[in-house]
């Protein structure tokens, strides 16, 4: 049994091959869910979805979100109604007031739908409209994570970091922002002073996530702030990861990152943007693998390959250098 950590595209991409060093049916993951936004009331939860459509069979591998060949006729209409009422289609908050009122779990990170900042595919929606359903009826995000799943024919189980919310936030000159106002509609350019996982101090991860953390666990190279912060920043989470073995893949070779924003946010909350700032950011991962070109000199043990992932042959490799480090710290 193997449990991985994921969040963004890194671990994804890993996750492509994966099964050539992990069966499916022994492969838990527990998916970031800081990212997530109530977009016109409807709860969409882009990590959680990027694993659901791989494991479905159906996800847009070009763009590593969305549906393969989806439409988007009813995201289009809504910025044409907002273009033709001359509304701001920049991210629309609502109030204040309505940021902590309403679902629980969509606690500040509620926009309107005016405008749609975010591109929702047709099918896309029907996956969050299908979620949010089921949490108003009285379903926990996990629970409606495996109807969802299984709607889907996964493979894999598939968990939320909690059915708490926490949400990421971005500190920046120009004011605190979510994470995908910073990244989706403001390509990241904002100077970024502090980040925070608002709710990470009062959310508790579930049974279900602390049990698929007693397994080996494996952190794919995603952004170590973003991605796999707001899980860390779970008490049980962070003390469960100190109990168990992990293998991290780093997202760097050296101090080059593979792709997003985690040089920019690393240095933002202190950390080196490198390899060895991805080390000092997880004390708890017992071993690393490194690219084959980075020379980084870390305190653990380290397998190295070439971590570049630009398929499913690529990936495979990654898996079995992340098999062949389990068994160093076995």
């Not at 926990?140 to 299984?150: F, I, Q, S, V, Y």
């Not at 980084?296 to 495979?316: G, N």
Request: contains cysteine; charged residues 25%; negative net charge.
């Amino acid at each position: 049994m193997v449990t991985f950590l994921s969040g963004g595209t890194g671990t994804p991409k890993l996750l492509a091959g994966a099964t050539a060093a992990f069966p499916p049916a022994e492969t838990t993951v527990v998916a970031n869910t800081g990212d997530d936004i109530e977009l016109a009331g409807h709860l969409v939860c882009p990590d959680l979805d990027t694993v659901l459509f791989l494991g479905g069979r159906v996800l847009d591998r070009e763009t590593w979100w969305g549906i393969d060949g989806d439409t988007a006729r009813t995201h289009t209409e809504l910025r044409r109604l907002a273009d033709a009422a001359g509304l701001d289609s920049g991210p629309r908050y609502l109030s204040a007031e309505s940021q902590t009122s309403g679902r629980e779990i969509a606690r500040w990170r509620r926009f309107s739908g005016v405008a749609e900042f975010m591109h929702i595919g047709d099918r896309d929606r029907a996956v969050h409209l299908t979620r949010t359903g089921l949490l108003d009826e009285g379903a926990t995000l996990t629970e409606a994570t495996e109807r969802l799943a299984d709607a889907f024919e996964v493979d894999m189980d598939l968990l939320p970091m909690s059915d708490d919310p926490v949400a990421t936030l971005i500190h920046t000159p120009e004011g605190v922002m979510h994470f995908q106002e910073f990244w989706v509609a403001r390509n990241g350019d904002p100077e970024v002073e502090d980040v925070e996982f608002r709710g990470s101090e009062a959310a508790e991860a579930t049974d279900a996530v602390l049990s698929a953390l007693s397994e080996p666990v494996v952190v794919g190279p995603s952004n170590p702030v973003t991605s796999i912060g707001p899980l860390v920043a779970i008490d049980g989470i962070e003390r469960a990861l100190r109990e168990t073995a992990v293998v991290a893949v780093s997202p760097f070779v050296e101090d080059e990152v593979f792709s997003g924003p985690a040089a920019k946010l690393m240095e933002a909350v202190g950390y080196e943007a490198s390899t060895a700032g991805v080390a000092n950011a997880y004390p708890w991962a017992d071993a690393f693998v490194l690219d084959e070109a980075d020379g980084t000199d870390l305190d653990r043990p380290v397998v190295r390959t070439d971590t570049s992932m630009d398929d499913e042959e690529d990936a495979a490799r990654v898996a079995r250098a992340v098999r062949d480090a389990q068994e160093v710290t076995a």
